[in-house]
């Protein structure tokens, strides 16, 4: 056996541990029963958002159907310097929804991080304790606000982490993007059923204002152009585990809009895969390392085939078995997000690590363009 053979086989081995961890994690988080109690908290909700005027009709009215008392609702939009009719759009609903509290702010530039700024600048005027953020290409759920109070007044949180999934057409690159976002949803529960939470998706992210202050806000993680999730959120762990939660329940779950355009696709993995450059975990750099070698390795050993320069039975058993865990919890994720539509991504699975290897090696070396601007980690 090889050298390279050898150094594959370690790495899936190391893999392969770390995977059936997340795995036993997942089993770990039950979902949340809700019960019938009389709602008392009160939300902020905050949406940044840049030339999103095709979207924010959509989350705009998904929020105005809220199964939730409207005296008990704040709605703060932070406009990151829109070229289009976004603005229009927001004057159009507040209009339309006179009796919803809502505030129209701009945002301000005082870092790297638009989307911090846009959080930033809506703490300060928040009325209500509670704040929650979510995207201008999202849709809530009519009972997001009603499971979140109920979870907050049975286990006293101080910051909860909610799911995220893609409302997807029926074609190959919407599947492909789902199964994608699954696997991150997968590795979210799995790291908080162990202990370990690292990951979160801003799209459906809650935490008091008292808890926000308390950990320095964003302070500390502004340089890096985005994060305002995952930073905030392992800055939150590394303070104080007991009042960081997942919420497991199909009410909480808001859906985002998948690309439609493979290079806006390659932009948005990239800004996703740079947050990782800003880890405090320790345990969250370990496994992104791990993750990015585990691809990288197979998609070198693909590439070796045709010279004969590793055995193909050794790629294929590497392949079966990073398949075979990868879809165990893929399937955990599925039945969850999913209500376990059946699926079956063999095609997927062999694009992804080439596909995963360049968004990890670009991430590290380059900079993206997202929304009309351009970035540098």
Known sequence: ?????????????????????????????????TTDVTPKTAFTIVVPFRNEAKNLPRLLESIANLNYPYKMIEIILVDDFSTDTSERVCIQWRM?????????????????????????????????????????????????????????QNNNPEMIVGSVMYKAKNNWFHHFQQLDLMSLQGVTIGSFGIGKPFMCNGANFGYTKKF?????GFGGISDTASGDDVLLLQKAVNANLGKVHYLKNNDSIVK????????KLF?????????????????????????????????????????????????????LVKYSVDYILLYKSNSYLRKGKFFLPVASSIIYPFFSSLVGVYSLFGSFSWKGRKFSH
């Not at 926000?212 to 320095?216: M, Q």
């Not at 985002?256 to 290079?263: Q, S």
């Open 212 to 216: 926000f202050n308390e950990i320095g």
């Open 267 to 319: 932009m948005q993995r990239v800004r996703w895969a740079g947050k990782s450059t800003g880890y405090k975990s320790t345990y969250a750099k370990f496994l992104a390392v791990i993750v990015l070698l585990m691809n990288l390795s197979l998609t070198f050993a693909f590439c070796l085939l045709p010279f004969a320069l590793i055995n193909w039975k050794i790629v294929s058993i590497a392949f």
């Open 96 to 152: 339309k929804y006179e009796h919803l509290d809502t505030t129209l702010l701009e945002n301000l530039t005082l870092s790297n991080s638009p989307k911090k700024d846009a959080i930033g600048r809506a703490m300060p005027i928040a009325k209500h304790d509670w704040v929650i953020t979510t995207d201008a290409d999202c849709i809530v759920n009519k009972n997001w606000l009603l499971t979140l109070d109920n979870y907050i």
């Open 1 to 33: 056996m090889g050298i390279i053979s050898i150094v594959l086989l370690i790495i899936l081995l190391v893999y392969v541990i770390f995977i059936v961890q997340l795995i036993l994690g997942f089993n770990k988080i039950k979902t949340f029963e």
């Open 256 to 263: 985002t809009k998948p690309e439609n355009d493979l290079f």
